[in-house]
């Protein structure tokens, strides 16, 4: 069973927008090829250079509840995920999608979450502040010098509430 990530996005953009940015982004940091379809990332979805799969699908409100990150309602619309590899060498992989997720982020709107199956919260953005887990094994010094903007250290968790 492949590790499966999840970049959770409440964003006004459509699927076919988002895939379009991450499409873009993935060519400008060399993990897509160039000549992949923006078509191709909704649904089945794009291996990158490194062996994950990357897809983008439209998320739909949970019948069970409302999910929380900390203590803010948050009403995810699009989902970007990150199946990595088997094969693969599982930090690089790690180190690629974090790569992904922070550059996307910077050209799409919208509060945003990533995370390991609703247990490991790797990165919120509220309000346009972006938070990252405290986790050193999660964001080590390589991953840190990759993010350009201002964010700040705090640890958040991701539940749903009935």
Do not use: C
């Amino acid at each position: 069973m492949a590790l499966s990530y999840s970049l959770e996005l409440a964003t006004p953009l459509s699927v076919n927008e988002v895939a379009q940015k991450l499409n873009e982004v993935g060519q400008s940091l060399r993990l897509l090829g160039p000549t992949i379809a923006t078509a191709a990332l909704v649904g089945d979805g794009v291996e990158t250079a490194y062996g994950t799969l990357v897809y983008v699908t439209p998320m739909t409100p949970l019948p069970w509840g409302t999910p929380q990150i900390g203590e803010h309602t948050f009403l995810p619309t699009i989902m970007v995920s990150f199946d990595l590899g088997k094969e693969g060498d599982i930090i690089g992989q790690q180190d690629d999608m974090t790569r992904f997720a922070v550059e996307l982020l910077a050209q799409i709107p919208g509060d945003a979450v990533l995370h390991y199956e609703s247990e490991a919260v790797w990165l919120v953005r509220l309000n346009g502040e972006l938070s990252l887990s405290e986790h050193g094994d999660i964001w080590p010094p390589n991953r840190l010098s990759g993010i350009s903007g201002p964010y700040r250290r705090k640890n958040y968790e991701y539940s749903v509430q009935d």
